[in-house]
């Protein structure tokens, strides 16, 4: 059974301890995906806006079960030993980290097709809102909040 460490946190997060502690002696192969906070908008709607920062919203108890299923998901459709998952809330600067995805397996084909499930299904079920903040305003992105 793979090793899960999924969790939400209001502090800025290490990459670095998040990469080290995927590693297993079982692991031939470390996957990571790194979600940092963009200057361009994300959707055309908001017109290719430059934005300064990013806020994230979470419920906390329901976002933290669902990624923790959804690690425990993966780690059941792949031959993982390793699985983590954070993700940010609150207020986030540009070019800082907002979610980190590790994953660890013995050959690299489940760590990588593991790790691209994983950020995908995270972003796509996750109750995690996230607000851009623009030089003139700032809007909410992907859900009506």
């Known amino acids: 059974m793979a090793e899960i460490d999924a969790h939400i946190s209001e502090g800025a997060l290490d990459v670095t301890a998040a990469l080290g502690s995927g590693s297993s002696p079982e692991s031939g192969a470390v996957a990571a995906f790194i979600g940092t906070v963009r200057q361009t908008a994300a959707v055309p709607e908001n017109d290719a806006k430059n934005v300064v920062g990013l806020e994230y919203e979470a419920h906390p108890t329901l976002a933290l079960a669902r990624i923790r299923e959804i690690a425990n998901e ?5 031959d993982l030993k390793k699985v983590i998952a954070v ?6 600067d540009l070019g800082e980290p907002t979610v980190v995805v590790v994953t660890s397996a013995p050959h690299r084909g489940d760590a990588l097709e593991s790790c691209r499930w994983l950020i995908d299904t995270i972003k796509a079920g996750v109750p995690i809102w996230k607000k851009e903040h623009y ?3 700032s809007s909410w992105v992907g859900a009506e909040h």
Do not use: I, Q, Y
């Not at 993700?87 to 986030?92: E, K, M, Q, T, V």
């Open 74 to 78: 993966a780690a059941e459709k792949w």
């Open 87 to 92: 993700h940010r809330s609150g207020a986030c």
């Open 135 to 137: 030089a003139d305003g």
